[in-house]
């Protein structure tokens, strides 16, 4: 499976971004999908998961409200609409899969597949 995320850039705070991942190789069915983060010096956190219907999806903490996964499986893609962006959203943020299975799972540990991350900047 490889990812290819995209969409990331500077943004002042109180703006929007979309990201977008795009899965290509072994099937895209039946998998969760997942948004993690990196800041520097800091430790790969968790931001969203979703199945592979999109029924079910899962937020840290600190970005419920303000973020919102969704899947289009036609398009093989996996989006991050990111609203309210504030300086601490700041991060590489990367997205991953875990194939044959649904559970939206929040430890980057269940995650084998991942993309090359892309930068988001929030900053006045």
């Known amino acids: 499976v490889q990812l290819q995320a995209s969409g990331g850039g500077l943004v002042q705070p109180g703006g929007s971004l979309r990201l977008s991942c795009v899965a290509s190789?072994?099937?895209?069915?039946?998998?969760?999908m997942g948004w993690f983060r990196q800041a520097p010096g800091k430790e790969r956190e968790f931001v969203a998961a979703i199945n592979w219907t999109g029924g079910s999806t899962r937020y840290a903490d600190s970005v419920k409200g303000r973020f919102t996964i969704s899947r289009d499986n036609a398009k093989n893609t996996m989006y991050l609409q990111m609203n309210s962006l504030k300086p601490e959203d700041t991060a590489v943020y990367y997205c991953a899969v875990r194939l044959g299975s649904t559970y939206t799972y929040t430890s980057r540990y269940e995650y084998p597949y991942w993309g090359q991350g892309t930068q988001v900047t929030v900053s006045s």
């Open positions: 190789g072994r099937t895209f069915r039946d998998n969760a």
